[in-house]
C-alpha cells in the first residue's frame, strides 16, 4: 500500500497571505495525485488532479505542482472561504490512498 | 444534475452485517467505475474500493478485503457495499463518489452527503 503523509498537519494563515501544503507518496505516484477541499460537515470536494490541472470551477488561486514522490499544494492568496482541511489523493494502481489531511485554520 | 444518495447505515453490533446503497441519478451510471471512500469521526478519508463499469472488477483497501463487498446494479443505477464481520474501527460516515470522467478513473468529482455506520456493542 502506498502511503501518503501529508505536512504540515497544521497551517495557521492569515486572509490574503499565501498557503503551502505538502503531500509525500512513500514510492512514486507520477502524476496520479489529486488535492480535496472539506469543510465541516460537507462532502470533499476536487480541487485538483493529475497533479497540476484544476477541477471544473476551482478558482485560479489554487494550484498544485509535483511529481514523483512530492507534490505541493499552493493557495496563492487565502479567502475565507478557503480554510478547510485539504487531503491530497494517489491513484496511480488500483489500491487509492489519501492522506492524513491538513488544517488550514485562521491565524 | 448529478445526485447521489446514500442509505442503510445505523448502528450494528461488531461482528455484525449491514448493507449501504448509493441511488446515482443525472448521469449515466453504468459509464462509470463508482468508489466507496469512509471517514471515521473527526479523522480523515479513507478510500474503500471501487468497481468498474460492469461490475466485472473490484478493489479493496488492504482494512476491508475479504470483509466488504462493492457490487452494482446498472438497471437499478444503485450502487451497493456488503459490509460483514464489521469492527468498531469501520465506525464511519460512508461516501459514494463518482469519478469526474467516465471509464477508468479515480479523481472524484462528486460525492453524496455520506450515510452513517456505528459498529458498537
Known amino acids: 500500500e502506498i502511503v501518503m503523509t501529508q505536512s504540515p498537519a497544521t497551517l495557521s494563515v492569515s486572509p490574503g497571505e499565501r498557503a503551502t501544503l505538502s503531500c509525500r507518496a512513500s514510492?512514486?505516484?507520477?502524476?496520479?495525485l489529486a488535492w480535496y477541499q472539506q469543510k465541516p460537515g460537507q462532502a470533499p470536494r476536487l480541487l485538483i488532479y493529475?497533479?497540476?490541472t484544476r477541477a471544473t470551477g476551482i478558482p485560479a488561486r489554487f494550484s498544485g505542482s509535483g511529481s514523483g514522490t512530492e507534490f505541493t499544494l499552493t493557495i496563492s492568496s487565502l479567502q475565507s472561504e478557503d480554510f478547510a482541511v485539504y487531503y491530497c489523493?494517489?491513484?496511480?494502481?488500483?489500491?487509492?490512498?489519501f492522506g492524513g489531511g491538513t488544517k488550514v485554520e485562521i491565524k | 444534475e448529478v445526485q447521489l444518495v446514500e442509505s442503510g447505515g445505523g448502528l450494528v453490533q461488531p461482528g455484525g452485517s449491514l448493507r449501504l446503497s448509493c441511488a446515482a441519478s443525472?448521469?449515466?451510471?453504468?459509464?462509470?467505475?463508482m468508489h466507496w471512500v469512509r471517514q471515521a469521526p473527526g479523522k480523515g478519508l479513507v478510500w474503500v474500493s471501487r468497481i468498474n463499469s460492469d461490475g466485472s472488477s473490484t478493489s479493496y483497501a488492504d482494512s476491508v478485503k475479504g470483509r466488504f463487498t462493492i457490487s452494482r446494479d446498472n438497471a437499478k443505477n444503485t450502487l451497493y457495499l456488503q459490509m460483514n464481520s464489521l469492527r468498531a474501527e469501520d465506525t464511519a460516515v460512508y461516501y459514494c463518489a463518482r469519478p469526474r470522467r467516465d471509464g477508468y478513473n479515480y479523481e472524484l468529482d462528486y460525492w453524496g452527503q455520506g450515510t452513517l455506520v456505528t459498529v458498537s456493542s
Open positions: 514510492q512514486s505516484v507520477s502524476s496520479n
Open positions: 443525472g448521469f449515466t451510471f453504468s459509464s462509470y467505475w
Open positions: 489523493q494517489q491513484y496511480n494502481n488500483w489500491r487509492s490512498t
Open positions: 493529475g497533479a497540476s
